[in-house]
Every structure is written in structure tokens, then in C-alpha cells.
């Protein structure tokens, strides 16, 4: 019998930096695709508060709440044996308090199985992010566009294009690697700018529409896939055009019921 395959662990992710060897991350909110990426071989499955656009027809990430997030990363922690599963800590779960941060992000801890949170926000979360790495709980970071800021920021637009802010952006960075996060997601930053600050920092950096300097990539699963057809970004790259062929599927299906072809013979069951 096989050895179980092990876990992609926070030292793993480091020394794939350290080794210059890119680190792939995808979202994913069941057990089933967290199954399938893991069989292919995915380093990070981040079960986003993403969630509510993606499944529930939101229209920004704020909806998510604590109770969601642990069911999605609970069902697919079920389904990963190998990749590092990590969960979003939805909006106002960690913004209040450090006491309230700690609290809420153990409970997804104890009731997942994941093995690290993500938060978003930079010196202001600093010393938020230092006091869960103190009781043991990993942390990626999360700057440039930060969704659950969206209204603050005045839309899904491209950070640090100005000098103030990419200094912003470096100086919240390096707070943040100084707080003990163990790699930080770089969201709609110019690509040089991504790429200085991959190079300056010690922890992985993974980009969404960050250009090709980060340390590692991420997308948003059913954009990658092309299920979500109806949005596009300049970053988003499908490799697969899947709502197509479910509407294909689905056209089939309807039309072999209505003529009484399926189910036939081989799908039915004799006496």
C-alpha cells in the first residue's frame, strides 16, 4: 500500500523561493476540484471569501462570513491529501481585535483542518499577524488590491502606480515579513513593482495581476477554467472554455429526455 502523499508545509513554500522553483495556488470551495488540483499536483488550494461572488452571485467579498468560510475549507481539506490548504478570514473577523483575530481564526483552525489563514491589509495588520503567528497559526498576507477594501480603494483598480504608493506597498510588505507572514499575495500591482519587492523580500510573493517577477501564481478557479464566462480581466488567462461545454451537455441531456432517448436500455435496471 502506498505512503499517504505528505502536506505541503510553510517550510515547503519557503525553500520553493529559496530554490527559485514557482508556487501555484489556485482558489477552490469543495471537495471535489480540491480532489482533482490535488491530484495535479497544486502547491496552495485557497478557499477564498471569493466564495459569495463566485458561487453565490455576490457582488464583492464582504457578504462572506466566518460560519461559510469554515464549511468550504472543511470540505476541501477533505478532498486535498497533498496541497496546503489555507482559508480567507472574511471581512470584519480579524479587524477588530487582536483577542477577536486569534479567537476567530483558531476556531477555523479546529473545526478545517487547514493548515494557515490569509488576511488582508499591511501595517495596520501588523500586529495582528504577529500575535496569531505567536499561538501557532500561519499567516499569508494579502496586499495591492485588497477586496474587502474595494469601497475604501474606489473599485477593482491597479495599486502603487504612484511613487507615495508603491512606497505604501513596500513599507506595508516589509512589515508584514517582519510580523513572521509566511508568504503574501501581491493583487493588481504593476509588474515591476511586484518584481522589486519579490526580490527584496525573504517570504514567497504570490501574484493575481502581478505580472511574472512573483514568486508564485494564483487565479481564481472557475475564472482559470472559463466556467465564469461572464467576467474577464486583463490577467486572466483561461485554460479551458468549460461553460461552453456544460451548456452543450446540458442542451443534450434536455434534448434526449424530451425525445425519450435517454435513459435507454443500458441505463435501466430489469426486474
Excluded: W
Aim: aromatic share 4%; glycine share 10%; with cysteine.
Amino acid at each position: 500500500m502506498a505512503d499517504a502523499p505528505r502536506p505541503v508545509t510553510v517550510h515547503d513554500v519557503r525553500q520553493r523561493k529559496q530554490r527559485g522553483e514557482r508556487i501555484v495556488m489556485l482558489t477552490c470551495y469543495d471537495a471535489l476540484f480540491a480532489r482533482l488540483l490535488d491530484d495535479c499536483g497544486v502547491d496552495i488550494l485557497l478557499v477564498g471569501d471569493s466564495v459569495n461572488q463566485v458561487l453565490a452571485g455576490a457582488e464583492s467579498t464582504l457578504s462572506a462570513t466566518l460560519d461559510q468560510m469554515i464549511y468550504h475549507t472543511r470540505i476541501v481539506r477533505r478532498g486535498a491529501a497533498r496541497a496546503m490548504v489555507l482559508c480567507d478570514l472574511p471581512f470584519l473577523t480579524y479587524q477588530v481585535s487582536r483577542e477577536e483575530a486569534i479567537r476567530n481564526a483558531g476556531r477555523v483552525m479546529q473545526e478545517t483542518g487547514c493548515h494557515g489563514v490569509k488576511l488582508e491589509g499591511g501595517r495596520p495588520m501588523a500586529e495582528t499577524v504577529r500575535a496569531l503567528v505567536d499561538v501557532g497559526i500561519p499567516v499569508m498576507g494579502h496586499l495591492g488590491l485588497t477586496p474587502q477594501s474595494v469601497h475604501a480603494l474606489g473599485g477593482y483598480r491597479v495599486q502603487g502606480r504612484d511613487a507615495a504608493g508603491a512606497e505604501r506597498l513596500q513599507a506595508d510588505a516589509r512589515a508584514l515579513e517582519q510580523a513572521g507572514a509566511f508568504a503574501i499575495v501581491l493583487e493588481l500591482v504593476p509588474a515591476p513593482l511586484a518584481s522589486r519587492l519579490s526580490q527584496a523580500l525573504t517570504i514567497p510573493t504570490i501574484g493575481i495581476g502581478a505580472g511574472p517577477g512573483c514568486d508564485g501564481q494564483v487565479l481564481v478557479l472557475h475564472d482559470m477554467l472559463g466556467l465564469n464566462d461572464r467576467f474577464s480581466a486583463k490577467f486572466v488567462k483561461r485554460y479551458a472554455t468549460l461553460a461552453d461545454a456544460v451548456r452543450e451537455a446540458a442542451r443534450r441531456f434536455a434534448a434526449e429526455v424530451r425525445e425519450g432517448r435517454y435513459p435507454g436500455p443500458e441505463h435501466s435496471f430489469g426486474e
